[in-house]
């Protein structure tokens, strides 16, 4: 199994960023998949999930109404489009799957990770 997110950069306050989340060896359509991030010396944190068959998504109140999560089947990827980007979104983002059709926030509740990629928003 692997995830390789992609798509991070250095972006200006208010600049927008689309991150991948490209899947293989593993049946996409199986899974949940959940964006999480991590600020230098801050724990990872929730960003947000989609379920298995996109019937339901789910935002951290942070980004809710600026970040919008998506998954091609074809493809077998997952998006995370950001948009209106402010400094405090600075952190390594990561891919995360579980197996079933329920979204989740916590850590414990993935089963496969991606390796991260960064995203810098400066001011």
Request: proline share 2%.
């Amino acid at each position: 199994v692997q995830l390789q997110a992609s798509g991070g950069g250095l972006v200006q306050a208010g600049d927008s960023l689309r991150l991948s989340c490209a899947t293989s060896g593993l049946t996409f359509s199986g899974y949940a998949v959940g964006w999480f991030r991590q600020a230098p010396g801050k724990e990872r944190e929730f960003v947000a999930a989609i379920s298995r068959i996109s019937a339901s998504t789910y935002y951290a109140d942070s980004v809710k109404g600026r970040f919008s999560i998506s998954r091609d089947y074809a493809k077998n990827t997952v998006y995370l489009q950001m948009n209106s980007l402010k400094p405090e979104d600075t952190a390594v983002y990561y891919c995360a799957l579980r197996h079933g059709n329920v979204v989740a926030t916590t850590i414990p509740e993935y089963d496969y990770w991606g390796q991260g990629t960064l995203v810098t928003v400066s001011s």
